[in-house]
């Protein structure tokens, strides 16, 4: 009996062995990603779209080894499985998820899917400078086609009902379209009555300061001072991460080798201070999962709702506080060598949390921005469904703009073509933008709870006691559970927009006096 | 009949669309390498060693892939072979002789040097930044022992008799230690004349303006102002290349992604000036390769003493000539806002060209530098033959800078740990640079016969003709001769020393006044 044992875990050894290759190729090719937004001279183009589809061909033979399905099943089949702890259980709940999904996927697929998203990303770049759609079109309606055969192809395997359901499902495991759009529903109805009592309210806050001219050169150290605030180290000699510029900002990479980046525009220095900010919590959720856990499947995060829970805490809900800018006011005061001296650190904090709907997803406000992705989430529902085309995109894009947020769309780069998702083939997505602000609600009422004092430590230039929190109630448990049971373990409850409405609730009745 | 060639024709098509994939990879490698020396956060470097690791391995199967094997034969045997043409015949050759070797090197030994010289690249630069070879030594004695593997297994498929010899071969085909042993004997007596000339003349140049401090944002513009001047595109919108700074400046990529790298003092402008011409002397020949032959074999550079000819051709030949800094003098004046007013034209042009013999083999002058590669020739021989150990060889380097150069080296950071290559795995490559020079001093001799009024064009600005000059007698070859045969092509002859100790005897003469 110890022997048949000491057999399963050499058997699970040797699995995870030989898995152990996938995410070192997975974080090879996110720095040829990497590489291909922010350093690639434009005439590499071609070639960089083969070295990608090849390396996505080896990633998939690799993912579907018939190997892994062998030791899989012995495993699996061994009557001391259920010896096994937890952890080693998700593991291999994990690879047989994966292995199972990759292998309903045929490798042509997977190849072209890959060599067409290079092409479509270059050609949005350039069709966006040139505001120019049909540019755009022939290449993104290829790319369509290539995800909805994928989703087609995944379909069963994930016991989904609808194609659009498969892809969510790639980024929020568990999580339907039918679950959101019962979710998107209900916030839209709470988001409008605080919209509105922004809007309607007498105490509006002059902005026009944020306009002022601050030099690239000082945003790029206010970014890495912010990074280095809240524990991501750019700058030093044993630096885990680096800070470029591309269009639309992001986070990649893997443990030690984690890499943001953000915009910099000199009349509008907090764009580029935000999107440093939103990265910086992406980042800090990858380098701090448990080191011991790496090259394994539950050495990763738990979904992409979860991660921009991190994120979109550190921007919003810490970034845009009154508390940290108590703390950080005077150093950017001195940094800009600007002294707002007609700003008062009360209308700083206003102008940025400032209601007002608009075009730009990146650069919205807390209240009005899960419209974007409700926006989003209809538009992409209708494409992958195949209810609309993709020529229809403009037109419909710009009419529910009109209709949610009340603006008229001037031209397709600040409409259609804003945002680098459907150009990179992601394609559910966006949803997890507004599940990350709900999560990020739930996980504050808690936090507040366990750490009470925590604005004020913030105000005091503190950030260490919250981040032990987020690593121990969130980081340190990797990808463990699925998000809803990730979510329950931490606030006792499933998906709840209620502590995040009320956080809006008493974070914009404060700034607009209503 | 008929029916048989094209049997033979769709086997040589589908032989080359399954090796294809290598140079695509190769391509993909290159850019993780150069992430690598440029952008990657210091913490990566472990993480980085287990990626390239697993690349080679996967190129090391795709090269060694029994298909290639089984169309090679069919190829050879087939009664028609002869019928192919000699670009096809090229191509059949130098995959035969690269899937010959490859299979040759066990993969487990592909593997661990990749994963090594990650390592040991990591620690070279933090070593050399400490001065400190202890810290550099072990991981640099586990290099060379797999160095010196590889080289005993590739012998006899090389059919060299030495292991340094197979070495070389990689480099440089078909050239034996033995010939350059000759070459540099006779080479170096050809020197040590004109270098004592120099040093003995009384016409010796002021040299201190060469230290104004010129600011790297301008050293910066006039880097990619050159590179345009050549004919090396790193700004406009279909840009191919482009520029970045590292400690050991090197060229890197593949037909239209080609990178190349400098370095900036601020006290010492003329170090990135032309560390920039030389990398972009490399990159006009990657760039400049037929591209209807990429992926292909014969899609490549001849040889690495090829492309050494091409850097310091343009590098010294023409960068150091009176006559292009007859036309750039004027534009460098201006864009460094310092008007030199105290230096003539001739007196930089002398400045520039000062001999004297110094301890840093890339800012050696052209009388001396081939000296610094004889000496690093001399150590690599004894290492790889296993008469020297690793210890042995900062003694054994000072040594030599004293016999051969009269110079002191300090310590081990300006001596034995300079260069980048032993700790980057490559052996056997140093000899290139003087066999470039030598290649440069032939090729040099033939084109002044054709373009009679060269100079008199560079110093007019214009580089158009002998660019395309270079583009029809090299360039365009690419990979269909070894180095010899091209040479040969060229100049009607093998190795001469003569044309390049003509060009110098001509140049200094002038110079120095004697």
């Given at each position: 009996m110890v022997e048949k044992t000491r057999t399963l875990e050499l058997t699970y050894d040797k699995l995870m062995k030989t898995i152990k290759e996938i995410p070192i190729l997975q974080s090879a090719i996110s720095i040829i990603n990497w590489d291909m937004e922010t350093?690639?001279?434009?005439?590499g183009i071609n070639l960089r779209s083969k070295q990608l589809a090849l390396l996505s061909g080896i990633e998939h033979k690799m993912t579907t080894n018939p190997k892994i399905s062998n030791l899989l099943d012995k495993i699996e089949g061994h009557?001391?499985?259920?010896?096994?702890n937890a952890l080693q259980r998700r593991n291999i709940y994990l690879i047989r998820k994966n292995y199972n999904e990759q292998t309903k996927l045929p490798a042509n697929l997977v190849i072209e899917t890959e060599r067409q998203r290079a092409i479509t990303i270059a050609v949005w770049k350039k069709a966006k400078t040139l505001k120019n759609f049909s540019l755009f079109k022939p290449e993104l309606e290829k790319l369509v086609e290539l995800k909805k055969n994928a989703a087609n192809f995944l379909m069963d395997v994930k016991g989904v009902h609808n194609p659009y359901d498969a892809l969510i499902d790639i980024f929020e495991p568990g999580v339907t379209s039918a679950t959101i759009s019962n979710v998107f529903n209900n916030l839209k109805q709470g988001l409008i009555p605080i919209l509105n009592k922004c809007l309607s309210s007498s105490k509006q806050p002059d902005k026009s300061f944020l306009k002022c001219k601050i030099p690239i050169g000082i945003q790029q150290r206010i970014s890495i001072l912010l990074a280095k605030f809240f524990g991501y180290d750019v700058t030093s000699e044993k630096a885990g991460g680096r800070i470029d510029e591309t269009e639309h900002p992001f986070t990649t990479g893997y443990y030690d080798d984690v890499r943001i980046t953000t915009h910099y525009y000199e009349n509008n220095f907090t764009s580029a201070l935000f999107s440093t900010l939103h990265e910086t919590g992406h980042a800090l959720y990858e380098q701090n999962l448990p080191p011991e856990w790496i090259y394994h499947p539950i050495g990763a995060s738990c979904s992409l709702g979860f991660h921009e829970s991190q994120s979109r805490l550190i921007e919003?809900?810490?970034?845009?506080?009154t508390d940290f800018w108590t703390y950080f006011y005077p150093t950017l005061r001195k940094m800009t060598k600007n002294n707002f001296s007609q700003v008062k650190l009360n209308n700083f904090v206003h102008a940025i949390n400032m209601v007002q709907p608009s075009k730009i997803r990146v650069e919205a406000d807390e209240v009005t921005y899960c419209l974007h992705i409700i926006i989003r989430f209809e538009i992409e529902q209708d494409l992958i469904a195949g209810r609309i085309d993709v020529d229809e995109l403009p037109e419909l894009w710009n009419q529910k703009y009109e209709e949610y947020l009340g603006v008229k769309i001037e031209n397709n780069s600040e409409g259609v073509m804003q945002d680098t998702h459907w150009a990179s083939g992601i394609y559910g997505y966006f949803p997890t933008y507004a599940l990350g602000n709900i999560y990020g609600g739930q996980i504050l009422s808690i936090m507040e709870k366990e750490i009470p004092l925590w604005r004020v430590q913030i105000s005091e230039g503190n950030f260490q006691c919250i981040k032990q929190w987020l690593i121990d109630h969130i980081h340190q448990y990797g990808n463990c559970y699925d998000p809803q049971d990730l979510l329950k373990k931490i606030t006792g409850e499933g998906i709840n927009i209620q502590p995040y409405l009320n956080y809006l609730e008493a974070k914009y009745s404060t700034l607009y006096d209503y």
């Open positions: 350093k690639m001279p434009p005439k009557p001391d499985f259920r010896t096994f919003n809900i810490i970034g845009r506080s």
